[in-house]
């Protein structure tokens, strides 16, 4: 079980119910917040299509007293990797401490060099 979550007032939050990681699925591009506990870890989950060569970076370095990038794994929907399907870019984070941050993310091709980004997404984490 991965947790519940809950909307407030537009913010994903996490409850208490969660054990290590709350995980908050961006892909809809209608969150752009997220609510953690001091020392959390959470991730955000990101939809992307390898097949394309696109792919998910930071846009800018994290504020390293703030969050710690712990990972960053790619997940298959329902389990079963399809060629050309969509997937799932799971980037985890640990909250260090009280504040409030932002992650900028890109979606580009890493080798492709002055070309535009596909699209980009910014996260704002509350950490309490």
């Known amino acids: 079980m991965l947790g519940v979550m809950a909307i407030l007032g537009g913010t994903l939050v ?3 119910a969660i054990k290590k990681r709350a995980i908050f699925n961006m892909s809809n591009g209608l969150e752009t917040r ?12 990101i939809k992307s299509n390898p097949s394309t060569g696109y792919s998910w970076a930071l846009d800018q370095p994290l504020d390293e007293t703030m969050l710690q990038l712990i990972e960053h794994d790619i997940e298959e929907p329902d389990g079963t990797a399809m060629a050309g399907a969509s997937q799932f870019e799971i980037w985890a984070f640990r909250a260090l401490k ?11 091709r890493p080798w492709e060099k002055n070309v535009p980004v596909l699209r980009t997404y910014s996260f704002t984490v509350s950490i309490d």
């Open 98 to 108: 009280v504040g409030e941050t932002s992650i900028f993310m890109k979606y580009i």
């Open 14 to 16: 996490a409850t208490s």
């Open 34 to 45: 997220v609510s953690v506990k001091t020392h959390q870890e959470f991730c955000l989950k």
